[in-house]
């Protein structure tokens, strides 16, 4: 069995009422300008607040960037105790190895 469709008409008057209820009036002049001026001054403002989350983003990622660089900088330094580490230790066990063939 297919499914059926309503459509509901309306209760009263006609589909193009020009009058229906529930529906606001067009606003006065004056509304309209005061609405625009309220706003022009919230845009103002949000403008202003993505400024300065811009300032904010871009600060951070500055300081993001000269951590990375000071990571890079560690790794590098890092890599060359842990090589030096590793020679110190071929010297240390073939002077050790030089003892204990001499005995």
């Known amino acids: 069995m297919a499914p059926s469709i309503a459509i509901a008409a309306p209760a ?15 606003p006065a002049a004056e509304s309209v300008t005061a609405q625009a001026e309220a706003l ?5 403002e949000l403008e202003q ?17 000269a951590a990375e660089e000071a990571e890079e900088r560690l790794c ?3 890599g060359e105790a842990e090589c030096e580490a590793v020679e110190l230790a071929r010297e240390l066990v073939a002077a050790r190895g030089a003892a204990a063939y001499s005995r």
């Open 76 to 78: 590098a330094q890092l």
């Open 12 to 26: 009263s008057g006609t589909w193009k009422s020009s009058k229906k209820v529930g529906v606001a009036q067009a």
């Open 40 to 44: 022009r001054r919230r845009n103002a």
């Open 49 to 65: 607040e993505v400024a300065a989350l811009r300032a904010e983003l871009e600060a951070v990622r500055l300081r993001a960037e």
